[in-house]
Every structure is written in C-alpha cells, then in structure tokens.
C-alpha cells in the first residue's frame, strides 16, 4: 500500500512538473541552464579549487592542534663507542639524559656499550592555552571556509551575468535582423517608386549604404557573442562547450517578487563571514598571547635499557656491549612557568590587541559597504522596474509611427530623412526595451549576491 502510495505521489510530481513546464517552458530552461552552468564551474574553476584546498589545510591545521592533548611517545636505540671510563653512562643527547659514568683506573682504552628507551611526555593541563590555540584554528578554518563561499559566489555570479548579457546581445541580433529586413524591404521596393517618379533615384544609393551599415552591425554583434561563449568556456573550463542556446523569456517577463525582495533584509555574504571569523580568530590568538605566561603542568615518564662492554670490575667483554644488563624506569610531574617571559608576553599582547582593534574595524567597514551596495542594488532595480514598465510604449509608439511613415514614404508624401529616422527610432527603442528588460533581472541578480543567495535570483525564473 505505502509503495503504491509512493508511487502516485512520483507519478503526481512528475505530471505537475510537465505541467509547469508547458506553462513556463523557457523559464524552466533558463534555471535548469543556468544551474548547471553554475554547478560546472563550481566543480572546474581553478581559483575554487584551490580555496578549497586553503580550507582543507586549515582543517587539518584545527585538527593537529586538537591533538596535542595526545602524549608523545618516543622510542630510540643508541649504539656507542666510547673510552672506559664514560661507556656506561654515555647517552647521547635526545631522548636519554647523559650521566656520568663510574670512575675506572684505565680509561685509554674504548668499548662498544648500547641503549635503548621509551620517553613519554603529556600535557594535559595548558591552563587554557591550548583552548585558546584551537579556537584561533577553528575560527581561522572557518574564514577559510567562508573564502571558499566567496569565490563560488563571485564565479556563480560571472556566469549568470555573463549568460544575461549573452541572451541581451541574442535579442539585440534578433533585433538588428529585423531591421536589415526593414532595410532590405525599401531596398527592393525603392526601384518600383523611383521607375514611378515618387521618389528621386539618390533614396535608391542611400537604402543600400544603410543596408550595408545595418549588416556591419550585425556581425559587430554576432562577434560580441561569440566572445561572449569564449568567456563562458572559461569560467565552466570547458572548451567543448559551444552553441549555448539562451532564453528569451528574459525580455517577455519581470521578477514577480522584486518588492517582496526588496523589503527583506536578510544578509549572509561571505564577505561578511569572512569578516566575523577573521575577528574571532584574532580575539581568539590575543586570548591565547595573555595565557601563555601561565604555567604549563607536563607528565614525564621514561624506561630505558643500556648494556656496556666493561663491567664494575674492570673486565672486559665486547659481546656485552650490545647485551642490556640494566633496566630503568622513572615517571614525574614538571610544572613549568616561564618567570621572565612576561615583558615578551605584554609586548605581544599589545600588538595583538592593536590587530583585534584592526579586524573589528574591518567587520564594521564591511557591513557598511553591503549595506550601501544593497541601498545602490535596491535603488537600481526599483528604478529599472519602472523604466522596464514604461518602454513597450515607448516601443509601440516607434513601431507605429515606423509603419505610418512607411506608407507615407511609399505615397511620395515625405522624404528619405524621415523615413529612416523613424526606422532609427524603432531600432532604438527595440534595443531599448531589451536592455531596459536585461538590466532588471541583473540588478536583481547582483541584489542576490550582496545577500549572498543566489536562489533568490534563479527562483524568479520558476521550476
């Protein structure tokens, strides 16, 4: 029963979604586009990755200094050679203390003598360094992290707004195409009237110059995309990638919730992280400078073996040199306190404080900043909707006045000059009403970049 629930359901989902994609085919294109776009360069850009490997080194970093509560434990073997009289007290320096060795009455002779020991040393009471440490490379890794979501924002954003303008320059061929078709239209009908004295036979000359001018544009524009696709293949690291197909529901719709948006004031940008960690972490080294003139309680323990090619006698034996004759052990606890280290310690900690001060300072000049750029970002979509509202008019107006001067041109009631001013006005206003369109959706996409959600731009496209 549960699985036949479960079924419907899927089956359910699946038809709303086809539904929804009938209805809004071109937006459900753009996002599906669009985020794979995004999620493609997220994987392949270079400068990412290499964030990302930053970050997963201040992890470990966090990591090592976590594990430092660890004891050590050190194991060494010696292998000695030395006169009578330092043989069985000679350790090299290390892991086991040198001592003297017993007096001998011949000590111009050498014999070969051995050791081995394990050295143990624990720490488990820092009196808040250690604390103090970790937090530094916590909060250093988070800032690393928060990079790493700065990077993948400002790429994303690059690709968005490169695939806005790519769509932008698309209609703007589309545009330019439709005047070459005005142009080619009076350039074929312009025979008809000069043979019919309505026109004089210079008009015949202009039409094709401005035929000619209108094509030059056109691959003028037809280059810009193509740049446009390289720069594309470079954010994604793609060359493969090629004949991107953008949407023209760009220039049909408007972001239905831009003044529910705009009310909002939610603000997680990685700029802003980046900020706090930073601070913390310098708040959190100044904490760590102050403790460490405390003392510091250290557990030592040590067992050793040694063996010596002399005995107590004075007897002689080359094979026992390398024979341990003698087991030691010994454990203790060291409480440390550097006495004369505090001026050095005072000097550090008012560095440190001047370094907090900086990064607080730095925390405030970065939410002002955002707080600007929203206020500019905001302003600029407000007023973008407004102008986006008012140019189909604008549009309509120039379409209509175009066909009206049209007819009169062909009726020998007005001249050349007036005839293709009017296709210069509608030309315009075409180009006008797609960037007019384009610029809304990239004021809302870089609103979506200060707050650090670029869901609240690829949500308006639906799907």
Known sequence: MIRNRKTLLRCFSTSLLSGVMLLFPGWTYAQSELRSLMELAEKNYPLIAAKQAEAEAGEASARLEKNTLMPSLDAAYQANYATYNNITGMNLPGQLIPISGPPSSDNFGAVPGSAASLLMKWSPFTFGQRAASVDYYQNHYEKQLAAVEDEVLKVKFQVALLYLEMATTQELIKAYEKNIERNEFNTSRIGFLVDAGLRPAVDSLKFRGELSKAKTELYQLQNLRESQEYQLQELVVSEGLTGITTDSAFFKNLPENADWLMSSDSLTNPRLKMAQMNLLAEQARLKQINRSWTPN???????????????????????????????????????????????????????????ARSSQEYLTRTEIALKREENIVMNDLRTSLLIAKEVPTEYKAAESAFNALQVRYNEGLINYTD????????????????????STWKALLSLAVIRGDLDIFLNELGG
């Open 297 to 355: 309680l250290e557990v030592w323990g040590t067992t050793y073996a040694r063996a010596s090619g002399i005995g107590f006698d004075g007897t002689v034996d080359q094979a026992e040199g390398f024979s341990f004759s003698r087991y030691n052990y010994g454990v203790g606890l060291q409480l440390v306190l550097p006495i004369l280290n505090l001026t050095n310690v005072k000097i550090k900690s008012s560095r440190q404080r001047a370094i």
């Open 419 to 438: 005839l293709i001013q009017a296709q210069y006005d509608l030309l315009n206003a075409e180009a006008k009403l797609k960037s007019a369109y384009a």
